[in-house]
Nanobody, 122 residues
Framework: QVQLVESGGGLVQAGDSLRLSCAAS????????MGWFRQAPGKEREFVAA????????QYADSVQGRFTISRDNNRNTLYLQMKNLKPEDTAVYYC???????????????WGQGTQVTVSS
């Protein structure tokens, strides 16, 4: 079992930066891939980024490639999402998730946090 708690969301202006954090607990948290997803109002949840269990490999959605950076600190059991040059279309609830796999994948996520709101004004 893995428990996930996100933090760091807020209201920012277009072009600003923001860093999300996700505190993970549970004995398997540091041994699986983790990822970030988001869901905008009226839209389905979509993949944002993933990082492998040791942090060596990452994967990003095309819409955030070059602007967002996912990382993890297994000593602190914490996942991060550094977001730069934010755009109004990045507005969404952002969810942290833990996969059943070790590789940085877009599927197979079994555990989810409660989400944190990110709002980007134009």
């Amino acid at each position: 079992q893995v428990q996930l708690v996100e933090s760091g969301g807020g209201l920012v202006q277009a072009g600003d930066s923001l860093r999300l954090s996700c505190a993970a607990s549970g004995r398997t948290a540091s041994s699986v891939a983790m990822g970030w997803f988001r869901q905008a109002p009226g839209k389905e949840r979509e993949f944002v980024a993933a990082v492998s269990w040791l942090g060596a490999s990452t994967q990003y959605a095309d819409s955030v490639q070059g602007r967002f950076t996912i990382s993890r600190d297994n000593n602190r059991n914490t996942l991060y999402l550094q977001m730069k040059n934010l755009k109004p279309e990045d507005t969404a609830v952002y969810y942290c998730a833990a996969s059943r796999y070790k590789a940085a994948v877009t599927v197979g996520y079994e555990y989810w946090g409660q989400g944190t709101q990110v709002t980007v004004s134009s």
